[in-house]
């Protein structure tokens, strides 16, 4: 039997001025306004990105994330990624590098967060305006939530086997891991993850704000993010 994954998008190393016309139509503008740029300068223009952040979460992972240079510009489907890198470290380890997209439009977030009754969750809503489709790959999982229609939610029970199901159902599921597994964030804040391999749920945060600076600490490794961690000695 023959199988493959899909194409991986092409990536345009910077100042990526050799796009093709028909690639730069289909940019984001945020995406296109890359184009020309070296990675110092790409690297300010995302941080001019995220220079109104005040909450203090988001001041930790905004920290975490700022150690990154953007090296690239990736032709995707969603209106094109950046592509940054961890600062002298090893770029074909997942976890020293990440994609991302532009800024969700703010009318397509309301109606989005309105849909999961996360609309009046502040936490939640800022980290979907700074950090909404972050990705540690482009043709498998690995990302959060982006533009999906509608967004994913946790409704599938698996002929009730899941352990946790009842208390979680319904819950956003904000990433996929590449393992599987999803990470949930319910009507209350609350975050969990659902260990697809062990068919249960299993409370991660009590509030949107503790996980985010949990999984500030764990960019700061190369490891993909998962409910089961990295190795001891990973550094």
Same mark, same amino acid.
């Given at each position: 039997?023959?199988?493959?994954?899909?194409?991986?998008?092409?990536?345009?190393?910077?100042?990526?001025?050799?796009?093709?016309?028909?690639?730069?139509?289909?940019?984001?503008?945020?995406?296109?306004?890359?184009?020309?740029?070296?990675?110092?300068?790409?690297?300010?223009?995302?941080? $001019?990105?995220? /220079? !109104?952040?005040?909450?203090?979460?988001? #001041? @930790?992972?905004?920290?975490?994330?700022?150690? *990154?240079? &953007?090296?690239?510009?990736?032709?995707?489907?969603?209106?094109?990624?950046?592509?940054?890198?961890?600062?002298?470290?090893?770029?074909?380890?997942?976890?020293?590098?990440?994609?991302?997209?532009?800024?969700?439009?703010? $009318?397509?977030? /309301? !109606?989005?967060?309105?849909?999961?009754? #996360? @609309?009046?969750?502040?936490?939640?809503?800022? *980290?979907? &305006?700074?950090?909404?489709?972050?990705?540690?790959?482009?043709?498998?999982?690995?990302?959060?939530?982006?533009?999906?229609?509608?967004?994913?939610?946790?409704?599938?029970?698996?002929?009730?086997?899941?352990?946790?199901?009842?208390e979680w159902e319904d819950s956003l599921m904000l990433f996929h891991a590449r393992n599987g597994c999803h990470l949930l964030v319910r009507k209350d804040g609350k975050v969990a993850w659902?260990?697809?391999?062990?068919?249960?749920?299993?409370?991660?945060?009590?509030?949107?704000?503790?996980?985010?600076?949990?999984?500030?600490?764990?960019?700061?490794?190369?490891?993909?993010?998962?409910?089961?961690?990295?190795?001891?000695?990973?550094?």
């Open positions: 039997m023959n199988s493959s994954f899909p194409a991986r998008p092409k990536t345009y190393s910077l100042p990526a001025t050799d796009i093709p016309d028909d690639v730069r139509q289909s940019l984001h503008p945020w995406i296109a306004g890359f184009i020309g740029l070296t990675p110092t300068q790409a690297t300010e223009r995302l941080h $001019k990105r995220w /220079e !109104s952040i005040t909450r203090p979460s988001l #001041l @930790a992972l905004r920290e975490t994330l700022s150690l *990154f240079e &953007v090296r690239g510009i990736v032709d995707h489907e969603v209106g094109g990624l950046i592509y940054a890198v961890r600062k002298y470290a090893e770029e074909n380890v997942v976890g020293n590098s990440f994609y991302l997209p532009a800024p969700i439009d703010p $009318k397509t977030l /309301e !109606s989005r967060l309105t849909s999961v009754s #996360l @609309a009046d969750n502040a936490a939640v809503r800022e *980290f979907m &305006v700074y950090f909404a489709g972050l990705a540690e790959d482009t043709t498998t999982a690995g990302q959060f939530v982006y533009l999906d229609s509608p967004w994913p939610t946790f409704t599938d029970s698996w002929n009730g086997t899941i352990e946790g199901f009842d659902w260990v697809m391999q062990e068919h249960l749920v299993g409370p991660q945060a009590g509030n949107f704000d503790e996980w985010t600076n949990q999984f500030s600490d764990h960019r700061k490794l190369a490891w993909p993010y998962d409910p089961y961690g990295p190795l001891d000695d990973t550094q």
